[in-house]
């Protein structure tokens, strides 16, 4: 069985994140969608509430692809975080250079601590790679419509933390 790890902040979800997950599920049989607790980054949505929001997202996406999907909480090394769920890759998603080249970095270090686990990088479709959770949470909080970057439910959530 093909396991993969595709982490993030995911605060929230967004129609990019559900890109690259639909993708993924091209490359695996089991897909763990790890969500970064991150304290540092402030969080708008409790971890609890991140997984809940990926959880419900995903449902469908894996009956129509037949990928397990199964999001979880991390807040220890990616690898640790590879190695508890048997991932052999770690996915990651690009939007721009700047993307790159910090990813780039995770790279060396990652390969550093584990050779065995490969890093797969996958590019959002071109529509959705100008979104970014920070961006979107700020249009939200200014009253803004996110509706186009977002899933329904996630919109229905920002709306009722910024009400």
Known sequence: ?????????????????????????????RLYIGVAVNRDKGPLFSVEERVAMIEAECVTLSEQTG??????????????????VGAQIIIRGLRAV??????????GMNRALDSRIEMVFLMAEVRHQAI???????IARLGGDVSRFVPPAVDAALRAKFA
């Open 1 to 29: 069985m093909r396991t993969g790890l595709y982490p993030g902040t995911f605060d929230p979800i967004t129609l990019g994140h559900a890109d690259i997950i639909t993708r993924a599920c091209a490359l695996v049989d």
């Open 67 to 84: 990928t397990e999907i199964i999001a979880r909480p991390f807040d220890n090394l990616l690898i640790t975080t590879a190695h508890e």
């Open 98 to 107: 700047t993307d790159f080249e910090y990813e780039f970095q995770m790279v």
């Open 132 to 138: 970014a959770s920070k961006l979107v949470k700020e």
